[in-house]
């Protein structure tokens, strides 16, 4: 399912994540990119995980995960994101 998102609306929450070691893959606080695999806040208590598709403006434009990568795209808002894998 195909979502739009935009940028400015975006909450991204920061695990506590403060070493930068190169054993641990994960990066936080980086600018989203297209390709990118992201987790969208969709209620108070749960999210989706999608892959960004393309970013116009202040919106990104993608693919949620169900039991595979959906065929159709959402644009999410980027306070809606809450990590940036």
Excluded at 9 to 26: E, G, Q, R, V
Excluded at 34 to 63: L, M, P, R, W
């Amino acid at each position: 399912m195909r979502k739009s998102m935009s940028l400015s609306s975006l909450n991204i929450i920061n695990p506590n994540i403060t070493h930068n070691h190169d054993d641990y893959d994960i990066e936080v606080n980086k600018e989203i990119t297209t390709n990118d695999v992201i987790a969208v806040k969709t209620d108070e208590y749960s999210f989706k995980v999608g892959k960004v598709n393309e970013i116009k403006e202040q919106k990104i434009c993608i693919s949620f995960f169900h039991n595979k990568l959906d065929g159709k795209s959402q644009n999410v808002h980027k306070e809606d994101v809450l990590i940036n894998f």
